[in-house]
């Protein structure tokens, strides 16, 4: 016992661990010291940093506010990305109990009877006097409590890397529900503001519905008195019914973003009404940092390199199936035909040995599964790189959105400023005679269609906004997964 106790430690104290040591690939290409576009506004303060794990309060919205807090308790999406984090802690400790002897137990109780007819298994028969006697039945119990210890040296690193990847697989875990909660909070945001804007969008028809009422007025009095014709009272009644049709289109588009919130935040769609707010709000001023510290700050890129780190452990596990597997075992325990007697001194039986299992020839299967895992670890390269450069892309392109939409923003409002101009030029023309109905409806079509665009765009404008806190990863960085690691425990050799 005393001597394989020596060997088990002199085994450990001299291990190591085969296959390549983890280190972080590099970028594609270096980042870029600075942003292509410029934003359009002002960079933010250090005390306006996106506030790390509600990103969304930096718009100061508090209905928005509300949402997202229902989100974090009740959206189904975030429950499974939960619950497979848990999946992968249990399976890292699953992994950490490889570092520990194995012990079990398998007590019976038989009984039976030998027949007469048994054969002897070349054991010569017995002879009295000449006579070969009979085989003779028996009858007996056997009863027998015994234990078996096994442990497999981690002579080569297999336990160890097996461990480390684990724990990347763990990590990596942990980034995924950190980038499923960004993706979920970022989808709620953006159909908040987008049914801000059709709130916003439905006013504004409204009100020219309510014009436009107020024209079919004024020409039908004007038809009465004999002053316009039944032509101008037709083309009128028109323009309004196709505007009327356009405020129940923005209802209908309304109601699906509604219906949108409220799966997001775990709510059945009938049982949530968001009540009606315009949107009047402008973009907030986000701090864009440098693009080389988008790679600690996406969840998304954090998932990819771990899964690089895992494939990486998954090369360092294949090699150890080259070098021999020491186990060390022992079995031990009572057997007797009486129960009596079971836990008597001469029912003890105790056996110790260990095994060397050394791969020879194998068909190139290890081969194979070496060259498999490489060709993984590979893989899961090029998708890091390529997590990257999509990174870089959606920055610059919610930086060029945010400044093309600024700049289309500023001239719509001026357009806006222009048709309302149009619209009471046409009025007073027409009103003394200088102009048919015609340039009036005209006026009235090219007002509402600037006015809807305006508004479109700042729900543009907010909706990008969100994108690209989004992109720039909501105020996480890679350190949040960092502690989300197991390791073997002492305690745990007396966990079943």
């Known amino acids: 016992m005393r001597a394989a106790i020596l060997f088990m430690l002199i085994t450990v104290s001299t291990a190591c661990t085969v296959g390549p040591r983890y280190s972080r690939p590099s970028a594609p290409t270096p980042a870029p010291d600075a942003w292509k576009t410029q934003p359009p506004w002002q960079q933010a303060a250090p005390k306006d940093a996106i506030p790390k794990g509600a990103w969304w309060q930096v718009y100061n919205d508090p209905a928005l506010n509300d949402y997202e807090v229902q989100l974090l308790k009740a959206n189904q999406s975030l429950e499974v990305a939960r619950?497979?984090?848990?999946?992968?802690?249990?399976?890292a400790r699953v992994a950490t109990a490889d570092f520990f002897p194995q012990l079990s137990a398998d007590p019976s109780a038989l009984r039976e009877r030998g027949s007469g007819n048994r054969p002897l298994n070349g054991q010569a028969p017995t002879i009295i006097n000449g006579v070969r006697q009979p085989v003779l039945p028996y009858t007996q119990s056997v009863y027998t409590i015994p234990f078996n210890l096994s442990y497999e040296v981690d002579l080569f690193g297999g336990v160890r890397r097996n461990v480390e990847a684990a724990n990347a697989s763990l990590q990596s875990t942990?980034?995924?529900?950190q980038n499923a909660l960004l993706v979920l909070t970022a989808e709620l945001a953006a159909d908040y503001f987008t049914l801000r804007e059709l709130d916003a969008e439905y006013q504004?028809?409204?009100?020219?519905?309510?014009?436009?009422?107020?024209?079919?007025?004024?020409?039908?009095?004007?038809?009465?008195?004999?002053?316009?014709?039944?032509?101008e009272v037709a083309q009128q009644a028109t323009l309004l019914d196709a505007t009327i049709s356009q405020l129940a289109l923005v209802q209908e588009s309304r109601a699906q973003y509604e219906h949108a919130i409220a799966v997001l935040i775990g709510r059945p769609a009938p049982s949530v009404n968001v009540f009606v707010a315009p949107l009047n709000a402008t973009p907030p001023p986000v701090p864009l940092g440098v693009p080389s510290e988008i790679l600690e700050r996406r969840p998304d890129i954090a998932s990819a390199e771990r899964q690089m780190a895992y494939e990486n452990a998954q090369v360092g596990i294949a090699r150890t199936a080259f070098y021999p597997h020491i186990t060390l075992s022992g079995s031990g325990g009572w057997q007797s035909t009486s129960i009596s007697s079971l836990l008597n001194a001469p029912s003890l039986f105790w056996s110790l040995g260990a095994d060397a299992l050394e791969p020879i020839v194998q068909g190139g299967r290890n081969r194979a599964n070496l060259a498999a895992a490489r060709a993984a670890y590979n893989q899961s390269v090029a998708n890091y790189r390529q997590s990257v450069l999509t990174a870089f892309q959606e920055v610059e392109d919610g930086i060029?959105?945010?400044?093309?939409?600024?700049?289309?923003?500023?001239?719509?409002?001026?357009?806006?400023?222009?048709?309302?101009?149009?619209?009471a030029?046409?009025?007073?023309?027409?009103?003394g005679g200088a102009t048919s109905y015609l340039d009036v409806?005209?006026?009235?079509?090219?007002?509402?269609?600037?006015?809807?665009?305006?508004?479109?765009?700042?729900?543009?404008q907010m909706v990008s906004s969100v994108y690209l806190v989004k992109a720039l990863g909501g105020g996480w960085d890679a350190s949040a997964i960092q502690g989300q690691t197991v390791h073997p425990e002492a305690g745990q050799i007396l966990q079943p």
């Not at 942990?174 to 529900?177: K, W």
């Not at 060029?400 to 619209?423: F, G, I």
């Not at 409806?441 to 543009?460: C, D, F, K, M, V």
Request: hydrophobic share 40%.
């Open 83 to 91: 619950d497979r984090l848990k999946e992968a802690r249990s399976l």
């Open 174 to 177: 942990a980034a995924d529900l």
């Open 204 to 231: 504004v028809v409204q009100k020219s519905v309510e014009t436009q009422r107020k024209g079919l007025d004024l020409v039908n009095s004007r038809h009465q008195g004999g002053i316009a014709s039944g032509l």
């Open 400 to 423: 060029s959105n945010l400044s093309t939409l600024a700049t289309a923003l500023a001239t719509q409002t001026a357009a806006v400023d222009d048709a309302r101009k149009a619209l």
């Open 425 to 431: 030029i046409a009025n007073n023309r027409y009103v």
């Open 441 to 460: 409806i005209t006026a009235q079509t090219t007002l509402l269609s600037n006015e809807r665009l305006q508004t479109q765009l700042l729900g543009q």
